[in-house]
């Protein structure tokens, strides 16, 4: 599960930092503005993947998600964005789950055969 959600949660450090770029072009915000807040986001996006197998991590991708859809009230394409990388999310996690699980009962069906003469 780690390396499906870390993929998706890289991906979505890239488009935060267009979403950046984009909103810089706006005359309501400063440019420190957008990079502290966008920065902010990149980080926190490279930091969940180091959270995601710690109890609660994959509830803070979650409300990640929540926060990146949010980001449509700046950057209108995030509307769009947002409900993509969040069904991307979905897909990680829950296909993350069944390839670790499928991996777990390989291992035990290797371990009993090791053990058997």
């Known amino acids: 599960m780690r390396t499906l959600c870390a993929s998706t949660l890289i991906a979505e450090f890239f488009v935060i930092g267009f979403a950046g770029l984009v909103a810089m072009k706006s005359g309501d915000l400063s440019t420190g503005t957008v990079w502290a807040v966008c920065g902010a986001a990149m980080l926190l996006s490279v930091l969940l993947c180091g959270l995601i197998t710690r109890p609660g991590g994959v509830a803070l991708g979650w409300a ?45 069906q290797a371990a009993q055969g090791a053990e058997a003469p």
């Open 64 to 108: 990640f998600h929540v926060a990146l859809i949010a980001g449509g009230l700046v950057v209108p394409a995030m509307f769009v964005l947002g409900p993509v990388f969040t069904a991307l999310w979905w897909a990680s996690v829950h296909y993350g789950r069944v390839i670790d699980e499928t991996k777990a009962r390989w291992a035990a």
